[in-house]
């Protein structure tokens, strides 16, 4: 599983080109080392689970997360191309998209976008929460029981998917 947390939050003005160059190596490049590790051997065993975890900015851009939305966007990318080559080998890969879950990563966020606005990190968090049809944050469980499902058996005919865990927040309809 590809997880490596998400760039700082910043809008375009604020960002480097260094930030960029990290960005890429945080979330794309260590895909890609993970991927060329673990592909072949999953590829000679013919069978395998590839699950890389983004966010939900892959489906619909958050605000403030510039780094975030477009390099999320090239690893969504990048699994969408490995379902492709890799299932003739029995190997699913799969991009999960949380939405806004209760993690200290959520909280950081919060965080730097309340002070940039001067706000309370609660009621930023309180607005996130009413964005979606639920009316509130998820739940790292949550996020985890898709990524367990994905990883089985029963999941079988899931490759090349990006399935969001958002309570609702995500307001298109594909």
């Known amino acids: 599983m590809a997880n490596a947390g998400g760039p700082p939050a910043k809008n375009f003005a604020e960002t480097t080109i260094e930030d960029w160059r ?41 605000d403030g997360l510039i780094l975030s ?21 029995g190997i699913l890969v799969n991009n999960v998209c949380p939405g806004y879950i209760a993690t200290d990563r959520l909280g950081e966020v919060s965080r730097r976008m309340a002070a940039a606005a001067g706000a309370d990190p609660t009621a930023i968090q309180e607005r996130w929460s009413q964005g979606s049809a ?10 985890a029981d898709l990524v367990v499902f994905l990883a089985s058996e029963r999941a079988s005919y899931i490759t090349g998917s990006a399935l969001a865990v958002d309570g609702g927040l995500l307001k298109s309809v594909y």
């Open 134 to 143: 639920l009316k509130r944050l998820g739940r790292p469980e949550e996020l």
């Open 22 to 62: 990290a960005a890429a190596d945080l979330n794309l490049m260590s895909t890609v080392y993970l991927a060329k590790e673990t592909l072949p051997l999953m590829q000679r065993q013919n069978w395998g689970r590839f699950i890389a975890i983004t966010s939900l900015a892959v489906k619909q851009p958050i």
């Open 69 to 89: 939305n477009s390099i999320r966007s090239a690893v969504s990318g990048l699994i969408k191309t490995l379902a492709n080559e890799y299932g003739p080998h």
